[in-house]
């Protein structure tokens, strides 16, 4: 057994504060969810991790044929095809949007276990993030490969900033995918929203054009958006132009306040989940 | 001694609404109930109705102890149970528990159809609470246990009902907390691993470890349970001795007033009267001593002849099982033909007792195969102890069986 709760307290008090100590002793339960989520994905799919790498691809590949040659955006920076750059964008948006869309979802998805097992119920929406975090180190080696192609030195920037861009937009799709997730336990409609919502978000975010594409007035209004400081961030890294640092600070306290709100609100909502989920 | 498990008035209460909505709703409902009623408290209260599912439970389990949970469909066992291992909050109350808990509520939940059915053990074993180090120590028994080594790397969807169960089971029969939640309607799959996992779920009761068992076989819970609890539409009706609340299941099960005397019914040609549990005195009684004789009181009117025909009587356990037949023609060999008329029949129990404990009449005239006249069912036999007895003393107060005679054994010794 976990060597935990030798003594349980159960109140009719709501319980509103994250209990970081039991999530903790939660982490197998945790590695196992996410386990499973990465065995499921790859298990019944003819090219398994091969998906991770041809959704962005793919859309890479639509969107440098009507935003790149029919549209003509560019990637703003001579040195970089667009190809590229919209690559790199989708890599890191792809993983905020699965992540989103997973979490979002991952209460419901475990409604049957909700209702007879006790664990701290976050542990499913954490671990739902995980499947993306892998589909994005797969990806990320075509990204290296494509590098070498289109002969684009990469910044090493690029690769310091990578695990802490992947950690942010990881961190900000928790936030607000777990308000959602609550949400979603007493609202359906957050199931049939957040495709279109997800949509939305791809057109603010600068994944396929450029952040010097807004005015330069409002460009630090886009880093409320936690995944546009990401991305935009990782592609000054690996493209050599500077890093908007006020911008980024302003991203990671978007989302620190994200998951504030959604902690909240999931923890007040929490202990009525098994009653109406 | 202390308590490990303190349930103090625990409530819990649900909003039931009358138009079947279901439980969650869409933001659309939410904005239109605002839109039409601002100031209402975004719901209609005429809707809406408090239902209690428990109200104000309160009990003590000391450590070791066995504690038995029953009740009928819809008493509140269910949602206590679900409070207990933490899924639902309780509406009002509190419970400590000291020790580490696990819920044996039902198998197989968590079960993903696409993972292998070792994978499916790490992954359930991991959700009920064991560690991954534990899962692999106890990996070889677990799939012992549940007969399906040979499609242990065989996803789970293609696993045959049983085989799914069973191997659930297996995991959840592996717990070993300090306090163990069980659910009976675990007993699952064919015949013979019921009887195995009522073996493992007996083991487990008696290994020391503390046990809240809710079940509906009565047999069940007073071969296990120390103490007992009958709950009633929410409310503990009783706690205590197991054999009481036992007891009171059962009583709750029947007619309130238990009527031994019939009227007659002009379109039966035959019937019984009159069934009456008396003394050897034959003076009607409540209940019997234990170890004294008794008798059965029959009466019955025949209003028109009927061929092949008999009486019988049996006695039944509390659980409803037959244990014991005799009928008029016990010493004939042929079956005769009922006259009219009106009889009178004592039936005089000389030759064998019961333990004590309720038991059940079931009194019928009948040709066998073919056609009953008159059946009358759960006339209550009442059988008290009024002195210990020394051969319940290693068995926890109960009796093993429904037959108390004593047997004077034999023994020489044969050899030193």
Known sequence: MRSIDTHISITASKRNSVDFRELWLYRELFYFFAWRDIKVRYKQTALGAGWAILQPFLATGVFTLFFNRVAGISSGNAHVPYALFAYLGLMFW???????????????????????????????????????????????????????????????????LFIPCLALIVFAALGVGIFFAALNVKYRDVRSALPFITQILLFMTPVIYPLSYVPHRFQIFVYINPAAGAISTIRAGFFHSSINWTGNLISVLSAVICMIIGLWYFKKTEKNFADII | ???????????????????????????????????????????????????????????????????????????????????????????????DMYGRTASMLEVGTGFHPELTGRENVYFNGSMLGMSKAEIDEKFNAIVKFSEVENFLDTPVKFYSSGMYVRLAFSVAAHLEPDILIIDEVLAVGDASFQKKCMARINAIARSGRTVLFVSHSMATVKQLCDRAMYLEK???????????????????????????????????????????????QGEKVEALNMDEPWQLELTYNIKEAAENTIVTVEILSNEGQPIYMTSNTDFDKTISTLETGRYKAIIPFTKFSLVSGVFYLRASIQSPGKVAHDLRENIPLKIRQNTKDVRTQYFGGKYIGYISDKVEWTITRRER
């Not at chain 1, 992540?99 to 097992?117: D, E, H, P, R, Y």
């Open chain 1, 94 to 160: 792809n993983c905020f949007s699965t992540s989103l869309n997973t979490v979002s979802n991952s209460l419901l998805a475990s409604s049957g276990v909700l209702t007879k097992i006790y664990f701290p119920r976050l542990i499913p929406c954490l671990s739902a993030a995980a499947l993306s975090v892998v589909d994005l180190f797969f990806a990320s080696l075509i990204f290296f490969l494509m590098l070498g192609i289109y002969r684009v030195e990469p910044g090493l920037e690029g690769f310091l």
């Open chain 2, 1 to 95: 001694m202390n308590p490990v498990i303190k349930v103090s008035d625990i409530s819990k209460s649900y909003q039931i609404s009358h138009q079947n909505k279901p439980s969650y709703s869409t933001l659309k409902d939410d904005f239109a109930s605002i839109i039409k009623k601002p100031f209402g408290g975004g719901s209609t209260k005429t809707e809406e109705e408090t239902f209690w599912a428990l109200k104000d439970i309160s009990f003590e389990v000391n450590k070791g102890e066995v504690f038995g949970i029953v009740g009928q469909n819809g008493s509140g066992k269910s949602t206590l149970l679900k409070i207990l291992s933490r899924t639902v909050d309780p509406t009002t109350g509190t419970i």
């Open chain 2, 234 to 280: 929410g409310v503990a009706k009783y706690i205590g001795e197991t054999e009481f609340a036992t007891e009171q299941y059962m009583a709750k099960n029947m007619p309130a007033v238990v009527e031994t005397h019939f009227e007659e019914n002009p379109k039966k040609d035959a019937q019984f009267t009159n069934i009456e549990v008396q003394n050897a």
